[in-house]
């Protein structure tokens, strides 16, 4: 069995080595610095008085998929699978250097949104909640008032996605990021597989 199962790995990961777009992870546009730790990434970005942190983790970035589409007439069932897009939800902490507070916004990308083309200037991340949170402090307190947006002024909202477009966090970034993290997940997928391997080849 053991045997089998190598050497389905083996032929898998040749087909997504394939299929892999990306040798080298893509860059973000706008001056953003990428460190990786294996599922988690963070781009970072300095600009006059400020830095600010985008952090997102692959794990359970990709949506689940639709499975009701028949094949069309006259077409291989394995050209139906549509590409596996990596949309995880991502968190901006923008810190300013004379104060003591972070601002951090939690974003996420609706998942009806995703591919609706030809709407107006539409955003394609929302803001879900915003807080204050101590900088420099790995452990948020829940003790810190979070806004949850799904309640708020509509003009506030506005300028809240308004003062992230002013940082560089807008519509293109944010579809930067899912072809950044689609790799970085289509990456991570394929060592997994070849870990997988040595580790069944394992006596």
């Not at 985008?54 to 077409?75: H, K, L, R």
């Not at 139906?80 to 003591?100: A, C, H």
């Amino acid at each position: 069995g053991d045997k089998a199962f190598a050497q389905f790995l083996t032929d898998e990961i040749k087909e997504e080595k394939k299929i892999q777009k990306h040798k080298s992870l893509p860059k973000v546009s706008g001056g953003w610095e990428l460190e990786v730790q294996g599922t988690e990434a963070k781009l970072v970005r300095k600009i006059a008085g400020e830095k600010i942190t985008v952090t997102f983790n692959i794990n359970n970035s990709i949506p689940p998929s639709v499975d009701d589409e028949e094949p069309q007439e006259g077409q291989k069932p394995d050209e139906q699978e549509p590409d596996l897009t990596s949309t995880p939800n991502f968190v901006v902490e923008v810190i300013k250097d004379d104060t003591k507070q972070t601002l951090v916004l939690d974003c996420h990308y609706p998942e009806d949104e995703v591919g609706h083309e030809g709407e107006e200037e539409s955003d394609i991340f929302t803001i879900r909640e915003v807080s204050f949170q101590p900088t420099g402090e790995s452990d948020w307190k829940d003790t810190n008032y979070t806004l949850n947006t799904d309640s708020l002024d509509w003009a506030l909202y506005d300028h809240l996605m308004d003062f992230l477009a002013d940082r560089g966090v807008d519509n293109t970034f944010a579809d930067e990021l899912i072809e950044l993290s689609t790799a970085l997940e289509h990456q991570e997928y394929i060592k997994f597989l070849e870990d997988l391997k040595s580790f069944i080849k394992c006596q």
